[in-house]
């Protein structure tokens, strides 16, 4: 099945630094790849996605580029503000028989101060 | 509001004593599903349901049981908890249930049942 490493935490920045959280995934053809978000005390929420391969997601200043030649889908906002802090998970189809379910990345904890 | 809702969102119990997290989406999905998450370990699927009464296994099925009566509800049981079922559930769905999902549905999750079991 397919599988996606992501960059581990946590991160901390100030505010208005750029972020970047890395992720790689290695899958069969080219499924969707999608970055949610859990706040804290909720659940998770989709942030962006990417359908095919050079498609740019992007959601509230987050991007993400899904890079064929690299299998990456690394995250990025240019300048983040407090109430980005939060749990990130990059996902992906899990594949083969797994009907509908998502593999997940173990999350990376981002924590933004004044 | 097009939602995932479960109930309860907070829930201490102790070993043996049978319980039931409600899950309901009102967006007409057909495929809806159990994770469960805990620390180190991600996020991992319990159960999953293509359709009505159409229910199967997913990573970490043992000590749950599920149903899928109605579209819009997708019900997790624990007939006998245990504390290594102590843990973060969320509930979630999406609008097919296409066996040849490798484009990749959005998930929609619901807010999570954090369970505690003594």
């Known amino acids: 099945g397919n599988s996606v490493t992501q960059m581990e935490g946590p991160v901390t920045l100030s505010e208005e630094a750029f972020l970047t959280i890395n992720c790689t995934y290695t899958?069969?053809?080219?499924?969707?790849l999608f970055w949610y978000v859990q706040y804290p005390g909720e659940g998770l929420q989709l942030l962006l996605k990417?359908?095919?391969?050079?498609d740019k997601g992007s959601n509230k200043g987050f991007e993400a580029t899904y890079r064929k030649e690299t299998t990456s889908f690394h995250l990025e906002k240019g300048s983040v503000q407090v109430s980005d802090s939060a749990v990130y998970f990059c996902a992906l189809p899990a594949g083969g028989t797994s009907y509908g379910k998502l593999t997940f990345g173990q999350g990376t904890i981002l924590t933004v101060h004044p | 509001e097009a939602q995932v809702t479960q109930n309860p969102r907070y829930l201490i119990t102790v070993t043996g004593k049978k319980l039931t997290v409600t899950c309901s989406q009102n967006m007409n999905h057909e495929y809806m599903s159990w994770y469960r998450q805990d620390p180190g370990l991600g996020l991992r699927q319990i159960y999953y349901s293509m359709n009505v009464e159409v229910t199967d296994k997913g990573d970490v099925p043992e000590g749950y049981k599920v149903s899928r009566k109605e579209k819009r509800n997708f019900p997790l049981i624990l007939e006998s908890p245990s504390p290594n079922q102590t843990s973060l559930y969320f509930c979630?769905?999406?609008?097919?249930?296409?066996?040849?999902?490798?484009?990749?549905?959005?998930?929609?999750f619901g807010p999570g049942t954090r369970l505690l079991v003594l």
């Open positions: 990417a359908t095919k391969a050079d």
């Open positions: 979630a769905s999406s609008l097919s249930n296409n066996a040849a999902w490798q484009g990749g549905e959005t998930q929609y």
């Open positions: 899958a069969t053809g080219y499924p969707s």
